[in-house]
T-cell receptor, first 118, second 111 residues
Framework: GAVVSQHPSRVICKSGTSVKIECRSL??????MFWYRQFPKQSLMLMAT?????????EQGVEKDKFLINHASLTLSTLTVTSAHPEDSSFYIC??????????????FGEGSRLTVL | LAKTTQPVSMDSYEGQEVNITCSHN???????ITWYQQFPSQGPRFIIQ???TKVTNEVASLFIPADRKSSTLSLPRVSLSDTAVYYC????????????FGGGTRLMVKP
């Protein structure tokens, strides 16, 4: 199946700093990617939809100035957590779809990036 | 947006068949039912998808009754490695709502 890769898999940063997470589609082009956040023992929460060449669409309650999304190419989307605070510590996961794939709307997920803000 | 309800957790033993049911009473005509599996500290992985009746692949079966208000994921002869969280998603691609994850079912397979 399609491969979506994230980097870094784990990051620890100090409060107030910014952290960038990369999401790449390795063997297909993704005009749209999706960013999720997952707290321990909880389900995935959709944060935003990343659109290649245009602004991201954020879900209600997600601060766009806090979570900057850039989708500059058909294979790369980045999520930058700006001025991170301990409450931003979470597991961030990106996903993408393949146009015309065997299953309707199937999501391919990256490995996830665990952010710990001290 | 069709909301889904699943049991929070289930326990099973190796070699048993496990059935996880998902309720989606207000499923729309164009909605598909998709199941994902997630291991700790990993992104979810697609398991199976169906629209009606029964679908089977190499890892699972999906049973959908005629009214489509529920669906059952069936895992034959589970092993310890099937311990994971299983999510049922319901939605239509064209409506852009195949993205919402419900609570999921935490399956624990014991030796």
């Amino acid at each position: 199946g399609a491969v979506v890769s994230q980097h870094p898999s784990r990051v620890i940063c100090k409060s107030g700093t910014s952290v960038k997470i990369e999401c790449r589609s390795l063997d297909f082009q993704a005009t749209t990617m999706f960013w999720y956040r997952q707290f321990p023992k909880q389900s995935l929460m959709l944060m935003a939809t990343s659109n290649e060449g245009s602004k991201a669409t954020y879900e209600q309650g997600v601060e766009k100035d806090k979570f900057l999304i850039n989708h500059a190419s058909l294979t790369l989307s980045t999520l930058t957590v700006t001025s991170a605070h301990p409450e931003d510590s979470s597991f961030y996961i990106c996903s993408a779809r393949i146009a015309g794939g065997p299953s309707v709307g199937e999501l391919f997920f990256g490995e996830g990036s665990r952010l710990t803000v001290l | 947006l069709a909301k889904t309800t699943q049991p929070v957790s289930m326990d099973s033993y190796e070699g048993q068949e496990v059935n996880i049911t998902c309720s989606h009473n207000n499923i729309a005509t164009n909605d598909y039912i998709t199941w994902y599996q997630q291991f700790p500290s990993q992104g979810p992985r697609f398991i199976i998808q169906g629209y009606k009746t029964k679908v089977t692949n190499e890892v699972a079966s999906l049973f959908i009754p005629a009214d489509r208000k529920s669906s059952t994921l069936s895992l034959p002869r589970v092993s310890l490695s099937d311990t994971a969280v299983y999510y049922c998603l319901v939605g239509s691609y064209n409506a852009g709502n195949m993205l919402t994850f419900g609570g999921g079912t935490r399956l624990m397979v014991k030796p």
